[in-house]
């Protein structure tokens, strides 16, 4: 995008990297994060945590950059929170220095991700994996606020747990949005908010059913719905056909979402391909098949006794344990190497009609989808890719 004069920036969690893999000093949970040593050592490692994101990434702007799972991070547990004001700020900054320009802003929230925010909530608003920071406190209302209209209705602590997260991550929404309308530039701006899971089954083929708003002025009706099979893979081209960069050479896996929303589009996708560790999937309007192969390595270990031990990742669980996303207790066919689903008449996917008569016509057909979306990938899959 950048030969098409854009500016490109970044705010949120990068979530890129495994645990531990940043070169960054160790701050002990007992140290006082204002005392000048550990202040030093916490910028070096922030810098560091740009520096290396602005590196790998090739975004022009970086800020409030969360490099994992913050309580991954080696600091000390008095800046380990969740700060969505610092996150909005930085984007708010990034809107503010580029309103002349044309820009593309990717921010991503931590707070939909466990820890729960109301310990946050409750913390102290500086506390940010840079330091005790102060800028960033009135990017949108207030903890208190947020603690109040939150608590107000006498929710459980569950509840009370989502409905913080629902009303931090709505404001920061919000801050965004007026931002762009207050310098004159909403109108010409594509927002889109979306997740990258659902909030369980993940690493699974199962429900793949996430948020995805689409909001640009002038050219579909608010609230408007578009029932189609669409994914995360279509983000990138809709993005560079919205911004008028031309189709490189590379081959991209989604398709551009603008004929949906121009309303334009004829001819759509009748299916999805899905894939996670061991296991892949294929998605119409109406089924869903799902298969488990493991290599050789893994199948030599299992047994029609123990199946029930071996995860989708192909690790094995000691008997009573479970997959580490428990997603074996959200669907009852975790374990089956083949699942079949109506999604007319079972949208949770709790029926595996697998080995149901009445449909094994239907079993062949997604089987063959399967196999097509297989033959094109560099890699064998049991019998679709041999």
């Not at 919000?174 to 309308?181: F, R």
């Not at 983000?235 to 949906?260: F, H, M, N, R």
């Not at 008997?319 to 975790?334: C, H, S, T, V």
């Not at 709790?350 to 990938?377: F, I, R």
Request: charged share 25%; proline share 5%; net charge negative.
């Amino acid at each position: 995008m950048k030969n098409r004069g854009y500016v490109t920036g970044f705010t949120g969690k990068w979530h890129n990297w495994a645990k531990g893999s940043l070169p960054l000093w160790h701050v002990p949970d007992h140290e006082d994060p204002e005392n000048p040593l550990m202040v030093q050592k916490i910028e070096k490692n922030y810098q560091l945590t740009l520096d290396t994101v602005k590196l790998t990434s090739g975004f022009d702007y970086v800020g409030a950059v969360y490099a994992t799972n913050f309580n991954w991070l080696p600091i000390t547990s008095k800046l380990m929170y969740h700060n969505q004001h610092w996150i909005t700020h930085h984007s708010l900054q990034f809107i503010e220095e580029n309103k002349d320009k044309p820009f593309f802003l990717y921010t991503a929230s931590t707070i939909p991700h466990a820890p729960a925010p109301i310990r946050s909530l409750k913390a102290d608003p500086r506390a940010t994996p840079a330091g005790y920071k102060t800028d960033h406190l009135n990017a949108q209302p207030s903890y208190e606020s947020i603690l109040e209209r939150a608590t107000k209705d006498g929710l459980n602590e569950k509840e009370l747990n989502k409905r913080a997260t629902m009303i931090w991550l709505d404001d920061a929404v919000g801050a965004i949005v007026d931002k762009l309308e207050k310098l004159g530039i909403r109108d010409n701006t594509l927002i889109i908010f979306a997740s990258d899971h659902q909030s369980y089954g993940k690493m699974t083929c199962n429900l793949g059913k996430a948020p995805f708003i689409i909001n640009w002025p002038g050219h579909f009706e608010e609230g408007e719905v578009i029932d189609e099979l669409i994914s995360n893979i279509d983000v990138v081209p809709t993005v560079l056909e919205a911004s008028g960069v031309p189709q490189t050479d590379v081959k991209l896996d989604g398709i551009s979402l603008l004929p949906l929303i121009n309303d334009t589009s004829t001819d759509w996708r009748s299916s999805l391909y899905m894939e996670v560790t061991y296991t892949r999937g294929v998605a119409t309007k109406d089924y869903k098949y799902i298969a488990t192969r493991f290599p050789s390595e893994i199948e030599d270990q299992i047994t029609s006794e123990n199946r029930h031990l071996f995860t989708q990742e192909g690790l094995k669980m000691k008997e009573g344990e479970g997959d580490r996303y428990n997603a074996f207790k959200k669907f009852p066919g975790y374990f089956d190497n083949d699942q079949l689903y109506d999604l007319r008449k079972d949208s949770l996917e709790q029926n595996n009609l697998a080995g149901d008569p009445e449909y094994a016509q239907v079993m062949t057909e997604m089987k063959a989808k399967l196999k097509a979306y297989s033959a094109d990938l560099p890699y064998a899959f049991g019998e679709f890719s041999e």
